[in-house]
């Protein structure tokens, strides 16, 4: 198998050095970001791989549309949790919202029959995700239906909405131009980096 300094020494040092930067940019690296360095990297993902493992301990996961690093590891022990810049939610409510969104993606891909490599990604009303949300919510906790109205679902929501948007889990749409609408016909899109994820979780037992 080639290795990333055999591309290099045969002149692609500036697209392995531009493809690794981009991934290490962002948690996420899609296909639309730059479809060169994503198709570059996929036709040399055993390379890549490769390099990632030995010298950093990384393992490098992608699929028609996305690519992660995946880190096992903390190594600076100074830099504890709290400090550190990444995807987490601590608050019980808010850790069941996100596995909630995942149940309800899963769900909306299986009746839309949508698939990873499907050219178009999935969208979905966020009055229809806060439908679920409620609903689910109360199914989970029937014993505290009236802590999970309409309202305190929203206030769930609004904690958790802008964090998957910076993390690029979602991408909210504009509105057509000139058109002012409600919150609950707003239009998100789901982008690739939930296939990445599952929502089993949300169906073991939790604690009030």
């Not at 996420?28 to 479809?35: R, S, V």
């Not at 987490?88 to 919202?97: G, K, S």
């Not at 609903?135 to 909405?161: S, T």
Request: overall charge negative; glycine content about 2%; charged content about 35%.
């Amino acid at each position: 198998m080639a290795t990333l300094d055999d591309l290099i020494a045969h002149g692609q040092a500036e697209r392995v050095r531009a493809t690794i930067n981009t991934l290490l940019e962002a948690p996420y690296f899609y296909k639309t970001d730059h479809a060169d360095r994503f198709l570059f990297l996929r036709r040399y993902q055993k390379e890549f791989s490769a390099f990632f493992e030995k010298y950093f301990g990384w393992t490098l996961i992608s699929d028609a549309k996305c690519a992660r690093l995946y880190k096992p590891e903390w190594y600076n022990a100074a830099i504890t949790e709290s400090k550190r810049d990444m995807f987490n939610f601590t608050r019980r409510d808010e850790c069941i919202a996100f596995l909630l969104l995942l149940e309800f993606f899963e769900k909306r891909l299986e009746e839309e029959a949508v698939a990873i490599d499907d050219p178009e990604n999935l969208c979905f009303r966020y009055g229809d995700l806060l439908d679920y949300e409620r609903a689910r919510f109360q199914e989970i906790f029937p014993e505290a239906k009236d802590k999970y109205a309409d309202e305190d679902v929203r206030k769930i929501l609004r904690q958790v909405m802008p964090v998957l948007e910076r993390y690029r889990f979602l991408q909210k749409q504009p509105p057509p131009d000139g058109m002012e609408i409600e919150t609950e016909e707003t239009i998100y899109e789901c982008l690739p980096a939930l296939w990445h994820y599952k929502a089993e979780a949300v169906a073991r037992p939790i604690q009030p």
